[in-house]
């Protein structure tokens, strides 16, 4: 034993821009493992802000430490998307997770018609998930049984959306901004705006760019983040969310004092 006291574990936030492949949670137990060797402790707490699709790319914000008690307040912020959707197929997870299926269009939607079917999905929608979704039907995973073949039935609930703004429109590849509240699925947006348009609907590319305050301009790649990891690439806790954190025996001290 070398009789010093345990180090503190680290504190903080990392901005990660995910690539696609890699789940969330792959990419925390990365940050873990090179927080790990750089010499914190083996168990140092690491979660993320909102889970992005293995395919999609885009922002994670990574907490650690005592930051981890920031989770639930980052995932309730308000999300970015860019996405491209393509109006000529569909697919049964709405995006290139399983295979795309070709859809007979009778009539090639104008950008006009493309401009005010995104407009309409503006405010507060009823939704379903895509059945290739984490939600959870009779004890299992809704993708858990879709990839087994059951047949899952997706019951709608009210999401929001406060922009649907069209980026770029040519057929069949339709590009646009989201800006949506907590628990919206940018598939299944993909989905219904290729229903409203009376033609397919899925993802082709889905990249977030926001969530609240926090941008993936200012976030590091994964493959840049650094074994072992240089503490300084640890952003501090901004100061508006530092009341979230657990206050250290110091802090409890001098509250002690001041009430004494």
């Known amino acids: 034993m070398s009789g010093q006291p345990p180090r503190e574990a680290v504190t903080g936030i990392m901005l990660i821009d995910k690539p696609q492949r890699p789940t969330s949670m792959h990419v925390c137990r990365i940050v873990r493992r090179r927080l790990f060797n750089a010499g914190q402790p083996k168990r140092i707490k690491v979660g993320h802000g909102g889970t992005l699709d293995p395919l999609a ?3 994670l914000v990574v907490m650690i430490g005592k930051a981890t008690r920031l989770c639930e307040k980052i995932m309730a912020d308000d999300k970015e998307y860019l996405t491209t959707i393509d109006l000529a197929h569909t697919s049964p997870s709405d995006d290139l997770e399983t295979t795309p299926e070709p859809v007979a269009v009778n009539t090639v939607p104008s950008e006009e018609d493309v401009r005010r079917v ?16 984490a939600m959870w039907i009779d004890g299992k995973r809704a993708y858990e049984l879709a990839r087994k073949g059951r047949e899952v039935e997706m019951a709608a609930r009210p999401v929001r959306i406060d922009e649907c703004e069209v980026m770029e ?12 509240g907590k628990g919206t699925y940018i598939r299944s947006l993909a989905r219904d705006i290729g229903a409203a348009l009376k033609a397919g609907g899925m993802l082709r590319e889905l990249r977030r760019t926001r969530i609240g305050e ?47």
């Open 57 to 59: 790319t885009g922002l």
């Open 169 to 180: 429109y040519a057929w069949p590849l339709l590009t646009i901004r989201v800006r949506c």
């Open 118 to 133: 995104c407009a309409g999905f503006v405010g507060v929608i009823q939704q379903k998930p895509p059945i290739f979704s």
């Open 214 to 260: 926090f941008s993936v301009e200012n976030a590091i790649a994964l493959d840049d983040v650094p074994d072992p990891m240089r503490l300084e690439l640890v952003r501090p806790v901004p100061e508006e969310l530092r009341y979230l954190l657990p206050k250290s025996q110091e802090e409890r001290d001098a509250e002690d004092e001041e009430e004494s």
